[in-house]
């Protein structure tokens, strides 16, 4: 099975990134991922944004392994 | 049995006599009556909950009837609060309600809290949402959050449970000025609000009677175009205890619009000792907007046509912009400012609604 991951983007993510849920191949942690989508993406360079791996939120760069899902959450304030 | 109007509630098994009897002793703060609001105050009042107060000071515009349930043709240009709480209290006379017609600050915060036993808000805005966050940490109380963006939004419960978590947990700190348009920009459809408002309703009544199991450390994510629900695992996080404030008087110290948008903010007050001085007083409303004022020294730029009209500032050292609610004010504030970083610009707090109230 090849190493990959399923990434999901809310909000304003989903726009700038063009899709909201992509498979990509595995770039193995957190913050490798995070400078990965920063350059591919340079839109996402000036917006917050929160990681959760398997649906917790990380606080601190995380190991990624093949198969998980990887959440790219932005804050909201509507209402 | 007696048949009241709860009956169908208190005979739900889990719930109850004992569960009504809990909702009835309780007292919530809702912060905002907008899309959010509507929904949450219908169903909590429909539930029985013994003491409701709903903070807003906003007026009621015609862009807001598409969600803004409670609301009709007849209310326009009315207190948000007001109207709500005039509503209410024809429907149901066994709740005991309070309009407070303003907008939640550093300096009434407190008081308006304290006296609830949870907050619901219901805002539409960063710095609002921070400041009633920090606000409801410092007096430990069961804040239900929600929030909506285009066709998503999120729904939390702080302040609650053994290892309780704040928005901060999530998001530390504010996201950039103009980093997330509003609604007024983006759009919405009224029926996500109403979903998300329910659910924020439901979470309320959870938390006030023991029934299930709320939202506490975990974030609730809806996409409405797909109609899926997703569930986040949430965390106190290191990092977001020291952007709380420490005390009161740090809190009171804070301008959380100024964190969030970049823009400081006058009163009227505080305003009016600047006139008269080498400081440019503008009127960023579009002709036609009620009341109109006359003053001399008063500039009138129309926000939509504002940003071909940036060199007309060049030669002012202070700017001070103001529109109806205080929205369109602190915008024209940050475009300014960030063609001119040297200039004090700033925006009125309210707008002309505030002055007017």
């Not at chain 1, 726009?15 to 992509?22: H, V």
């Not at chain 2, 429907?91 to 907050?119: C, G, M, R």
């Not at chain 2, 000792?273 to 730029?301: S, Y």
């Amino acid at each position: 099975m090849p190493d990959r991951i399923r990434l999901k983007a809310f909000g304003m993510l989903a726009e700038k990134i063009g899709a909201d849920s992509l498979e990509i191949e595995n770039p193995g942690s957190s913050e490798v991922l995070r400078l990965q989508l920063l350059q591919q993406f340079p839109a996402l360079q000036s917006l917050t944004f929160r990681m959760a791996v398997d649906r917790k939120l990380i606080q601190a760069e995380t190991d990624i392994s093949a198969g998980q899902e990887i959440a790219l959450l932005p804050p909201f304030s509507g209402g | 049995m007696i048949v009241n109007r709860f009956e169908r509630q208190v005979i739900l098994p889990g719930f109850g006599f004992d569960g009504q009897a809990k909702l009835k002793q309780a007292s919530v703060l809702v912060i905002g009556a907008g899309g959010l609001g509507c929904p949450v105050l219908l169903y909590l009042a429909a539930a029985g909950i013994g003491r409701i107060a709903v903070v807003d000071g906003d007026v009621i515009s015609q862009s807001n009837l598409n969600r803004q349930v409670l609301y009709g043709e007849k209310d326009l240009g009315k207190n948000k609060a007001e109207t709500a709480i005039r509503y209410f209290q024809e429907k149901y006379s066994d709740i005991q309600w309070t309009a407070i017609p303003e907008f939640i600050t550093v300096e009434n915060a407190q008081a308006f809290i304290f006296h609830y036993d949870l907050v619901i808000d219901g805002s539409d805005n960063f710095p609002t949402r921070y400041l009633v966050n920090d606000a409801c940490v410092l007096l430990k109380k069961p804040l239900v959050y929600g929030s909506i963006y285009q066709h998503e939004g999120q729904v939390s419960v702080f302040n609650v449970g053994s290892h309780p978590c704040n928005y901060r947990d999530v998001f530390p700190n504010p996201p950039a000025p103009q980093e997330i348009p509003n609604c007024a920009e983006t759009g919405v459809l009224g029926v996500l609000p109403g979903i998300i408002g329910n659910l924020m309703a439901l979470e309320a009544i959870k938390v006030l009677s023991g029934l299930g199991k709320p939202l506490s450390n975990k974030l609730l994510l809806f996409n409405s175009l797909d109609t899926q629900f997703q569930e986040l695992e949430i965390n106190p996080n290191p990092t977001s205890q020291s952007a709380i404030p420490s005390s009161w008087n740090d809190f009171h110290q804070r301008d959380y619009a100024l964190a969030c948008e970049g823009v400081q903010q006058l009163t009227w007050n505080e305003a009016m000792k600047l006139m008269g001085q080498e400081v440019a007083f503008v009127d960023v409303r579009e002709p036609g907007e009620e009341p109109p004022l006359e003053c001399t020294g008063l500039v009138k730029v129309p926000f939509s046509t504002l940003s071909n009209e940036l060199d007309r500032f060049e030669e002012a050292e202070e700017i001070l912009f103001f529109c109806q609610s205080g929205a369109r004010s602190q915008k024209a504030a940050q475009l300014l400012q960030q063609t001119y970083p040297d200039k004090r610009i700033f925006s009125i707090r309210g707008g002309i609604n505030a002055l007017k109230s």
